[in-house]
């Protein structure tokens, strides 16, 4: 009897070997949406510290994703709670020329390749510009989400005020002191 369950062990991890490089890429992209997802609650948390004019009496909040969407439906289900009373809406965009309506713009990596022309043209418009791709901030970008290169994998918030203020956009005093603040 007490050979059998080792056998029955044996045979049990001979079974679930072939398993093993699928739980590892499981677990690999389990680590990628963690990312996005903390990245999403950022977003989401953001119009809470920021003060952009046109917020004067809003009864809505419209945060707005250009590019391949890295958020998954994240944002749509951190959208159904108001914030701070204001409704949110999420919606997606083909191009720059689309934030009409948007108060937050969120720059996927797919748009990194035209960055410059992405921003000239988002400038034109008095909303937040947010980002991951690196270099952003510097770029003329209002906020970035950076990893940072310390090799822990934690977020830093880069933001660039000089940016935000040709908007009229204000920072809350608590985001500056977290932030890096990049000219």
């Given at each position: ?8 062990l ?22 990628a ?28 909040v ?17 959208a159904q ?11 997606k ?8 309506e ?9 748009e990194?390749a ?31 989400f ?6 822990g994998?934690?977020?830093?918030v ?9 908007q009229s956009?204000?920072?809350n005093a ?10």
């Amino acid at each position: 009897m007490a050979s059998t369950v080792p056998m029955t062990l044996l045979a049990l991890l001979l079974m679930l070997a072939p398993l093993a490089p699928l739980a590892a890429r499981a677990q690999a992209a389990a680590g990628a949406v963690s990312e996005y997802a903390v990245k999403s609650a950022l977003l989401f948390k953001l119009p809470r510290f920021v003060y952009l004019p046109r917020f004067e009496g809003g009864t809505s909040v419209t945060l707005c994703v250009l590019g391949q969407n890295p958020f998954g439906g994240a944002l749509e289900k951190l959208a159904q709670t108001p914030i701070d009373g204001r409704a949110v809406q999420v919606r997606k965009l083909a191009s720059a020329g689309e934030v009409g309506e948007c108060d937050f713009v969120f720059v996927a990596a797919s748009e990194a390749a035209h960055l410059k022309a992405t921003l000239d043209k988002l400038g034109e418009q008095p909303v937040v510009t947010v980002s991951d791709i690196e270099g952003f901030a510097s770029a003329g970008g209002m906020v970035e989400f950076a990893v940072n290169k310390d090799g822990g994998g934690s977020l830093a918030v880069l933001i660039n005020r000089k940016a935000a203020q040709a908007q009229s956009v204000k920072f809350n005093a608590q985001l500056l002191r977290l932030a890096r603040i990049v000219e």
